[in-house]
């Protein structure tokens, strides 16, 4: 059975920082490629940020670079999103997502992890 949990998500001042985590069970997961989306109230789910099974290349959307940093440890079986300088229009729930490498049809989702950003 595939799980992919996330955790890390909470209430943070703007400016503060976060770091979320996905721990994934059931795939072998340097066989992924790992990102993370978010979806804030009323709006689409969006992707934020994806590294890649191989070589370890990183892409974001550009609302979040040089704030948010994807990385993995494939021994860990882990996927982090370390978030930076919080805005409040970053508040959404962030879901992890493994995609595999050669098949796109193997696709998983966590259940997501709520980042509000509030003063």
């Known amino acids: 059975q595939v799980q992919l949990v996330e955790s890390g998500g909470g209430l943070v001042q703007p400016g503060g920082s976060l770091r979320l985590s996905c721990a994934a069970s059931?795939?072998?997961?340097?066989?992924?490629?790992m990102a993370w989306y978010r979806q804030a109230p009323g709006k689409e789910r969006e992707l934020v940020a994806r590294?890649?099974?191989?070589?370890?290349?990183?892409n974001y959307v550009d609302s979040v670079k040089g704030r948010f940093t994807i990385s993995r440890d494939n021994a860990k079986n882990t996927v982090y999103l370390q978030i930076i300088k919080l805005k409040p229009e970053d508040t959404a729930v962030y879901y992890c997502n493994a995609v595999h490498y050669s098949n796109g049809d193997l696709i998983y989702w966590g259940q997501g992890t709520q980042v509000t950003v509030s003063s």
């Open positions: 059931g795939i072998t997961f340097s066989s992924y490629d």
């Open positions: 590294t890649a099974s191989k070589g370890g290349r990183t």
